[in-house]
């Protein structure tokens, strides 16, 4: 799935390639996308506005668009942007396609088919699930002062699983999670109430350390992830222990291993997280 990196990512490309477009047609391939809403009545409200702007809120992409509109994108699993500067065939995969004035068209692909569009008036997005959950750690309100609090508030809860906890921190997944706790030194099962003062201060500074280097560097394409041109990200190319099980650790030369911690694969050097 991609994570907090790569959607900022796909927000920044579309800022610049979408932004102030005027969406004069749309095409849905797959319906379910839109639980709940006929694809005609969503089409219809739709149809004629302009993009104002692209934001982000965790792993959600938000289209600001005229008359107080606003789409709600869930990438999901395995779900991309195309853009395309002329009229272009959708691919087997495509599940929808916006088309522009001056004939350009962006396209959604999913492989998985569970990525989600949501429309909304803008007066009553607080009620949308990305403003229900937890601070964004790219964000200013992200500081020091409210990590701390966040930890004290869940001292028995494993630190992978308050990471992997979207009402805790919006956007971090498994790699960034992982790949995060084994630059802080940190053991991905100890309690948060059992991380010493400086232990939480490196913390914080390795999640914005790591989420920034990521993002600086295109995202992680480990699978299906790929900008809105088609381009692979870099991060990969620099990840320490994800998926690294039975190679050697870059600080020890040990194993890394890989555990289970609430339902996920967990990577680690048990000689460098104690």
């Excluded at 396209?107 to 607080?126: G, M, N, P, S, V």
């Excluded at 500081?143 to 001292?155: A, R, W």
């Excluded at 099962?189 to 295109?218: H, P």
């Amino acid at each position: 799935m991609p994570e907090l990196p790569e959607v900022e990512c796909i927000v920044r490309g579309l800022n610049y390639l979408v932004t102030g477009k005027k969406i004069v047609g749309l095409e849905f391939f797959f319906e379910r996308m839109l639980a709940g809403v006929a694809v005609s009545e969503f089409t219809g409200q739709i149809c004629g506005l302009i993009i104002k702007q692209v934001k982000r809120r965790g792993k959600y992409i938000l289209f600001y668009l005229s008359g107080g509109k606003v789409l709600e994108v869930h990438l999901r699993m395995t779900g991309r942007f195309s853009f395309y500067p002329g009229p272009t065939r959708p691919e087997k995969h495509t599940g929808v396609v916006f088309y522009f004035d001056g004939g350009s068209q962006l396209h959604f692909l999913d492989i998985r088919k569970f990525a989600t569009f949501k429309l909304w008036d803008e007066k009553e997005l607080y009620k949308a699930a990305p403003f229900c959950l937890g601070p964004d750690p790219l964000q200013d309100d992200f500081t020091l002062d409210l990590f701390l609090q966040m930890l004290e508030k869940k001292p028995r809860s494993k630190i992978k699983t308050f990471f992997l906890d979207q009402k805790n921190i919006m956007g971090m997944g498994n790699i960034y999670t992982d790949e995060t706790l084994f630059r802080a030194g940190i053991h991905p099962e100890k309690r948060t109430g059992s991380l010493g003062a400086e232990e939480k201060k490196y913390l914080f500074e390795t999640i914005n350390d790591i989420l920034r280097e990521a993002v600086a560097l295109g995202g992680t394409s480990i699978s299906d992830y790929r900008n809105l041109e088609g381009v692979a990200g870099n991060f990969q190319n620099k990840l320490q222990v994800y998926r690294k099980k039975g190679a050697a650790c870059p600080k020890c030369s040990n194993n890394i291993e890989r555990i289970v911690v609430s339902g996920r694969g967990t990577y680690f050097c048990p000689y460098c997280q104690k």
